[in-house]
């Protein structure tokens, strides 16, 4: 079992910059692939940002590129979300994933996050 906790959610102005963090604990941290995904009322949870579990290789939806950066820490279990130049299409609850692949589906994701609000005003 992974536990995944994600703290960092607030609200913040168009152009602003959030971090958020996921702390994991349970089993080894570094046997998993990490990912960001969000949901907005009424939509569906989306793909946002991956990380193999090595860190080598990241992998970002294309509505997020150039803006947001995912990034670990294996040492302390963290993996993080840098997410600049905020839009208002950005508001959403996001949530940390673990898995043993990276997909964008949320199904194949084995465990989640409780979630953290993100709110971008314009």
């Known amino acids: 079992q992974v536990q995944l906790v994600e703290s960092g959610g607030g609200l913040v102005q168009a152009g602003g910059s959030l971090r958020l963090s996921c702390a994991a604990s349970g089993r080894t941290f570094s046997s998993y692939a990490m990912g960001w995904f969000r949901q907005s009322p009424g939509k569906e949870r989306e793909f946002v940002a991956a990380?193999?579990?090595?860190?080598?290789?990241?992998y970002y939806a294309d509505s997020v590129k150039g803006r947001f950066t995912i990034s670990s820490d294996n040492a302390k279990n963290t993996v993080y979300l840098q997410m600049n130049s905020l839009k208002p299409e950005d508001t959403a609850v996001y949530y940390c994933?673990?898995?043993?692949?990276?997909?964008?589906?949320?199904?194949?994701?084995?465990?989640w996050g409780q979630g953290t609000q993100v709110t971008v005003s314009s």
């Open positions: 990380i193999s579990w090595s860190g080598g290789n990241t």
């Open positions: 994933a673990a898995g043993s692949r990276i997909t964008i589906a949320t199904m194949t994701w084995d465990y």
